[in-house]
């Protein structure tokens, strides 16, 4: 009778671990397949969105379009800044693609420059910048202060001058420019860097918002 209850007892763990193990399985390949294929949600750590963007906002990042189209001008990107150290073993994809215990840096900008286009940036003479694309001027509704007093053209480090965006590639800015570390400062964003598109805000409650297509 022991012997019975022993074996039955062993038994029973024995498909709880397994079943255990293959629903930990299930659970880890459909939140990998989720937020590679279809989305993800992502927590704003800084001001250099605002006011589009708030401190504390948390965001739903599309991922799916990139399978089918480039990124719009005016479109909101998450991604792994330029001077990311991205490292590619199995422990560091992993954290990539589920999201746990990932450490890599990523930033959320607006894409300014596209593919091919000329990108210039002119400070008038009450210190307001402006961005010209291919020798035209952009007008941005949602920049939150013209006026960048921060910032000081490096002509040897920084993208102060008249520049061509690669294939490929894009020119990316905040909308707070005054507090934004963007490509005026480290350049190009290859498109292989791009995480997804920032489609809305769904918390908190009073600031939900979807991000309307930018009129150019």
């Known amino acids: 009778m022991d ?4 074996t039955f007892t062993s038994e029973n763990i024995k498909a709880f671990i ?3 193990v293959e629903t930990v399985v299930f659970v880890i390949v459909m939140l990998i397949i989720i937020r590679y294929f279809i989305g993800e949600v992502r927590w704003i750590p800084s001001a250099s969105m605002q006011t589009t963007l708030l401190e504390g906002d948390r965001v739903f990042v599309e991922r799916f379009s990139r399978f089918y189209k480039a990124p719009d001008r005016g479109d909101i990107l998450v991604f792994y800044p330029p001077q990311e150290n991205l490292k590619n073993d199995i ?3 992993f954290s990539r693609l589920t999201g746990f215990f990932c ?9 300014v420059g596209l593919p091919g286009e000329t990108i210039n940036i002119k400070r008038n003479d009450i210190g307001e910048t402006f961005v010209y694309i291919n ?8 920049v ?3 006026k960048d007093e921060n910032y000081t053209c490096n002509q040897a480090t920084d993208f102060c001058e008249e520049v061509i965006v690669p294939q490929n590639s894009y020119f990316m800015m905040g909308d707070n420019r005054g507090n934004s570390q963007d490509s005026r400062y480290w350049g190009f964003l290859s498109k292989d860097r791009i995480i997804g598109r920032a ?3 769904f918390w908190p409650l009073n600031r939900t918002n979807y991000f309307e297509k930018i009129k150019y």
Request: hydrophobic share 40%.
């Open 3 to 6: 012997d019975l209850k022993s």
């Open 18 to 20: 397994k079943e255990l």
């Open 91 to 93: 422990g560091a994809v």
């Open 103 to 111: 450490k890599d840096i990523a930033y959320i900008k607006r894409v």
């Open 135 to 142: 020798g035209k001027k952009l007008t941005e509704p949602y």
């Open 144 to 146: 939150k202060d013209f």
């Open 199 to 201: 489609v809305f805000i």
